[in-house]
C-alpha cells in the first residue's frame, strides 16, 4: 500500500483526488490543508510553516505527496503579495525539501499564468515563461524551487479549474440568479479544465517514473465568453450574454491574453490524450444534475 499525502485536501483539485483515490485499497490517504474542518479526516498544515511541514512528512513518510494547496484567488494575491510568496513559492519549496529527504515523490500543481499570452499558438511545456501577474510570478518561484529542491518531482501546469468549490461555472450560475443580462470577457484565450480530469492524469503519473513539466489542461481551447456560453447552453439556462473586451473589465491582476497550453508532454511521452474540454464539461453538468 502506498502512502499519499494530499495538501490543498479541501480545494476543488484536493476533493477530486479523495473522490478518484479513497476506495482504492491500494491507497493510504493523509489529507491536509490550511484548516482542519469539524468531523473531517483532513488535517490542519499550514504549507508555509517550514517545520510543520518537516515534522509531519518526517512523522508520516508519505511515498507520494500531491500538493494541491495554493493562493488561487489572482487578485488578492495582487495586494497580499508576502502571503501570496508564502504560500505559492515557499510553501512548494519546503515540500519539495522534505520529499527529498525520504526519497518521496512530490507532484506539484502550477498554472497557464506563469505565460505572458502574448503569443497566439499552444504554449509547449519547453516555452519560457514570463508572468504577468504576482499569482503567476509566485506560482512560477514554486516551480523553480521545486525543481531546486527534489528530484522525483511531476510539475503539472493546468488552467480554469472547475470542480466542487469555487470557480467561474459556479460564478456564472449564481450571477444567472440575480441578472438577466451578464458581461463576460470574450477576448481572453484558455482551456477549461475538469478537476476531475486533472485528478485522473495525477493519478496515472505519481504511479510513473517520469518527471519533469507536463501541461495538462482539457484539450482544445475556448474564451470566456464562450465557456460561459457553453456553461448556459449545458445546463439549460436562458441568459442574455454579452461579449467585452478585457479593457472593459477591470480586476487588480493582468491575465494572458491567450494562455492555451498544449499538453505535448503528456502526448509524446505517454500516449496520454485528455478530454476534449467540452466533452468534461459534460460529464460535469451531469453530475450536478444528479446532486
Ligand atoms: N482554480 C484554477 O482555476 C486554477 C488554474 C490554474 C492552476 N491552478 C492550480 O491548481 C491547484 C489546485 O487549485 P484548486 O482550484 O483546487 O484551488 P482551491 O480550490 O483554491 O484550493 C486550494 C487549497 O489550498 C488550501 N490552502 C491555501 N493556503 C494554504 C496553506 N498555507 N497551507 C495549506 N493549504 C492551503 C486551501 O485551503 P482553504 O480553502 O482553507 O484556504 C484550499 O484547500 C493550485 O496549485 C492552483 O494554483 C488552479
New binding site residues.
Partial sequence: MQKVMI????????LALYRLLQDNSAYELLR????ANEGSTIQA????EEHAVNEYIQAHKPDIILN?????AVDLCETEQETAYR?NAL?PKYLAAAAEQIGAKLVH?????VYDGMGNEPYTEELTPNPLSVYGRT?LEGEVFVRENCEKYFILR????Y?E???FVKTMLRLAEQNNMIRVVADQYGTPTS?LELARVIIFLMNTESYGVYHATGEGSASWYEFAKTIFEETGKTVDLEPIPTSEYKVAAKRPMYSVLDNKALRERHGYVMMDWRLAFKEYVSELNAE
Avoid: H, P, R
Avoid at 491536509?32 to 484548516?35: C, G, L, M
Avoid at 494541491?68 to 488561487?72: D, F
Avoid at 493546468?158 to 479549474?161: E, G, H, N
Fill in positions: 495538501t490543498g485536501a479541501s480545494g476543488q483539485l484536493g491536509t490543508s490550511a484548516f498544515l499550514d504549507i508555509a494541491c494547496a495554493a493562493m488561487t504560500i510553501g500543481v502550477s498554472t497557464d499564468y506560482k493546468t488552467a480554469w479549474v470542480g468549490g469555487k470557480n478537476a
